[in-house]
C-alpha cells in the first residue's frame, strides 16, 4: 500500500471524527483531528498520541513509541493493525488522542 493509500485508507477509518485531515510534514504526514495535532504517519504505520492514562493498550499489544533518527517521541505510539482495520476500535483510540491533544 502507497504511503497516499494508506493515509486515505486512514482518514476513511476516521469519517464521522471532528476535521480529521492529514498535512504533509517532514518527509511524512501528520494526522490532525478536532483542530489538534493527534498522529503520525510514517513508514506506513500510524502513531497516535498517548499519555501515561492512554498509553497501556499500546504497550500490551506490542507496540512501540515512534522514533526518528535517534530520537524517541515517548507520547506516539504505534497503532496495532487489528485496531487500524476495525474502524470502531480505531476511532475510539483516536478520540483519546484528542483529548490527550487538547489537555496539553
Partial sequence: MTTSSFVEFILDQLDGLPDVVSKRMFGGHGLYAGGVFIGIFADGLLYLKTDTTT???????????????????KNYYQ??????????????WAQQSIKVAQAG
Fill in 55 to 73: 498509553r497501556q493498550p499500546y504497550i500490551e499489544a506490542g507496540m512501540g513509541p515512534f522514533q526518528f533518527q535517534e530520537k524517541t517521541l
Fill in 79 to 92: 497503532v496495532p493493525v487489528d485496531v487500524l482495520e476495525d474502524t470502531d476500535t480505531l476511532k475510539s
